[in-house]
């Protein structure tokens, strides 16, 4: 990136949380359903992306179809958005009263085993709101991983952003990240990572709607190193004000095999379950960049 597009991208994240936060929320909701309509009809390279995933996660879906699944995308996509820049205002009422979370019995019971718990998801939903109301409804805190992003004055407005919801934020490079992560769940913490989406070589493959995908290894590792509970979640949003989430049983870890067929079996349950999210509501999942391996630039390109 650039030094003056960086400026411009950290600039324009930087008015988000500093003007949108201030509008009035039916003004707000209309501005971002705009933005969206208005991207989505402009059919530029991230809308087309979107619309080539959602063809493997809907294989019979025709072209109307798809573009009806897209539009409904991006205008999820923007309500992600939306919601964040006006999160850090947010009382604690208004957020537990913005999330309707199924089967929560599976973390507390988990946090209580002492054991830790990690908690793995797909790019679904607004996965910021869920954790504002671990938060703030469990009273739980826990610890997450950011990649760092360009320039660094944006890294830092998304850790402080982040640190204002009561998460504790971790850069993703150095492979420091790892060492703390275990320590915080072998002290019985709780840790949240977006897990469906790992192009690096460390990447596992799984099978994904039927092609293969890389998925990060971390989740199952750390659970493998630590005993951690590892519990995947989905979210989606249902037409109304309040985001529902689903917190799916554990993926067991496998008693016989090598570290890494444990891994790459227990990375395949996480696959499966966030397949199982996805196919309900693949209007809320959030990708907008390559993912299978069949879809990358053989130039080496990971856009």
Same mark, same amino acid.
């Given at each position: ?19 949108? &936060? ?22 530029? &390279? ?8 959602l063809a493997r996660v809907v294989p ?23 919601e964040s820049f006006r999160l850090p ?49 469990? &009273? ?40 703390? @992560? ?47 509970? @590892? ?73």
């Amino acid at each position: 990136m650039s030094a003056l597009k960086g400026r411009i991208t950290d600039g324009l994240y930087g008015l988000g949380w500093g003007a949108v &936060k201030k509008l009035p929320e039916p003004a707000a909701t209309a501005l971002f359903r705009t933005i969206a309509d208005r991207t989505w009809k402009r059919r530029g &390279k991230s809308v087309l992306r979107l619309e080539s995933n959602l063809a493997r996660v809907v294989p019979d879906a025709g072209p109307e179809r798809l573009a009806e699944l897209s539009k409904a995308g991006m205008r999820s996509y923007m309500r992600y958005w939306m919601e964040s820049f006006r999160l850090p205002t947010w009382t604690p009422e208004r957020i537990r009263a913005s999330i309707d979370v199924k089967d929560t019995h599976m973390l507390t019971e988990g946090l209580d085993a002492g054991n830790g718990v990690i908690i793995a998801l797909p790019h679904l939903g607004n996965w910021d709101l869920a954790g504002a109301w671990v938060t703030t409804d469990l &009273k739980v805190p826990f610890t997450t991983v950011a990649e760092r992003l360009e320039p660094a004055t944006l890294y830092d407005r998304f850790v402080a952003y982040r640190e204002g919801l009561g998460m504790e934020v971790l850069p993703h490079s150095g492979g420091a990240a790892f060492g703390t @992560l275990a320590r915080r769940l072998r002290a019985g913490g709780l840790i949240c990572l977006v897990a469906d989406r790992d192009l690096s070589a460390s990447g596992v493959e799984v099978s994904f709607f039927g092609a293969t995908a890389r998925m990060p290894a971390g989740p199952a590792l750390l659970a493998q190193q630590t005993g951690a509970l @590892l519990l995947p979640v989905t979210l989606w949003y249902d037409g109304t004000p309040v985001m529902k989430a689903r917190i799916h049983p554990a993926v067991e870890m496998p008693e016989e095999g090598t570290r890494a067929e444990k891994t790459a079996a227990m990375t395949q349950g996480l696959a499966d379950a966030f397949a199982g999210g996805i196919a309900e509501h693949p209007e809320d999942w959030h990708m907008l960049q390559r993912l299978w391996l069949d879809d990358l630039d053989p130039r080496g390109e990971r856009a």
